[in-house]
């Protein structure tokens, strides 16, 4: 990879870190350090990855369906712990974007377009002379299933994930759930994003795909908003 390439994918992974994972985690055990309560913690924290979103569609000047989730699960999170009084409830704020993004891609599957493609072909743009060629590869069967393989991975993973997390919060402590709220999703994205280039790459060898490697699905990876 060059220089170039690693010096772009850093810059790409900077916002996550700082608005999605380590700003959100540092400002919650601050704040509690300071003696803030548990809620009033949490929902301060979760000013961090809204301000990401913020500065995403001033970036791209649009906002995207994850980003809308995220914020719908920070708003209902926030308004449903200020009412109850319960840190709990706030983490689950959390689980939402997981678990439309997991559910949306399995119920895709049931449509004339997989999730995973309709992401891939949108990376593209469906008018450029490249995605009119990439949606023109959907008449091959063996494409087709390889998307509906990508869409139906990532919908099982995050499923999976969000009903994981929810034990979490019920059961673990509060600022282990924070953490794992914060770290899961993520980890689970890359980990399924790794066996997404595994995947395309031996589709490549196999002749299936006729894409670039790593592309079938692309890394959609929704964020947690606390």
Request: hydrophobic share 50%; proline share 5%.
């Amino acid at each position: 990879m060059s220089p170039s390439a690693d010096r772009d994918r850093l810059e790409s992974l900077a916002p996550i870190a700082i608005f999605d994972v380590v700003g959100p985690l540092v400002a919650y055990f601050a704040l509690r350090s300071a003696g803030l309560a548990a809620v009033t913690a949490l929902i301060i924290s979760g000013v961090l990855p809204a301000l990401g979103i913020a500065l995403s569609v001033v970036r791209r000047r649009r906002l995207d369906a994850i980003g809308a989730l995220v914020l719908i699960g920070i708003v209902v999170g926030s308004a449903a712990g200020l009412a109850g009084g319960s840190a709990r409830l706030v983490l689950l704020d959390g689980t939402v974007p997981g678990a439309v993004w997991g559910l949306g891609c399995l119920g895709s599957l049931w449509t004339r377009r997989p999730m995973i493609y309709r992401f891939a072909l949108e990376a593209r743009g469906a008018d450029t002379p490249q995605g009119r060629e990439f949606a023109d590869r959907w008449r091959h069967p063996a494409f087709r299933h390889a998307f509906r393989v990508a869409t139906a991975v990532w919908g099982g993973a995050f499923v999976i994930e969000t009903a994981a997390q929810v034990v979490i919060v019920q059961t673990a402590a509060t600022a282990t759930a924070k953490a794992t709220s914060n770290v899961l999703p993520l980890a689970v994205a890359g980990l399924v994003a790794v066996w997404n280039v595994s995947y395309a790459r031996r589709g490549r060898r196999r002749g299936e795909l006729g894409v670039e490697a790593g592309r079938v699905g692309g890394d959609p990876r929704p964020a947690r908003p606390t």
